[in-house]
T-cell receptor, first 116, second 107 residues
């Protein structure tokens, strides 16, 4: 049973380019979460999605960031016009259900974004 | 006030020591509680869930005090391999992570 998969593992972008990060949840999991971790800092919640729905995007910056989880295919976190401050590790997690947040989340290996 | 607060450490302890981490949370309606560990430049991994009655898994013991909104993790007979950052996680409608407590176990 494959775990949460993320790709690419490392991504380098120049300022102003777009970054697309992909996440495939564990088999049987329909809830996906994205987190950002800056160097030497803790995980910051960004967005929670179910298939075709954004449930909670309270942690997403208002501009340049978007996320989707289509009916088919992986979840995508998209960052437009990247800036140096976007350099971070982006982790995706999945859970089978999320009734009241009671189900533990399983994390992918992360995508390390470097903006030059 | 942060939703989940942890002492950032670092905790530097010798092998075999007992070490305790504390965590407080602000949302009294929180329903689920976990400890994760994160190794340097790796993803967080679930260490254990925390139940109201307290629970133990080998050398690890977790406690929950709902009245004080406080969670703890005790590690007995610490090993070099326990060196990591320990994340307190609290769930309500979603999960909120503490910033983590860094532990280094030295020979």
């Amino acid at each position: 049973n494959a775990g949460v998969m993320q790709n690419p593992r490392h991504l380098v972008r120049r300022r102003g380019q777009e970054a697309r990060l992909r996440c495939s949840p564990m088999k049987g999991h329909s809830h996906v979460y994205w987190y950002r971790q800056l160097p030497e800092e803790g995980l910051k919640f960004m967005v929670y999605l179910q298939k075709e729905n954004i449930i909670d995007e309270s942690g997403m910056p208002k501009e340049r960031f978007s996320a989707e989880f289509p009916k088919e295919g992986p979840s995508i976190l998209r960052i437009q016009q990247v800036v140096r401050g976007d350099s971070a590790a982006y982790f995706c997690a999945s859970s089978p259900q999320a009734s009241g947040g009671s189900y533990e989340q399983y994390f992918g290996p992360g995508t390390r974004l470097t903006v030059t | 006030r942060k939703e989940v607060e942890q002492d950032p450490g670092p905790f530097n302890v010798p092998e075999g020591a007992t070490v305790a981490f504390n965590c407080t949370y602000s949302n009294s309606a929180s329903q689920s509680f976990f400890w994760y560990r994160q190794d340097c430049r790796k993803e967080p991994k679930l260490l254990m869930s925390v139940y109201s009655s307290g629970n133990e898994d080998g050398r690890f013991t977790a406690q929950l005090n709902r009245a004080s909104q406080y969670i703890s993790l005790l590690i007995r007979d610490s090993k070099l391999s326990d060196s990591a950052t320990y994340l307190c996680v609290v769930g309500h409608n979603d999960m909120r992570f503490g910033a983590g407590t860094r532990l280094t176990v030295k020979p």
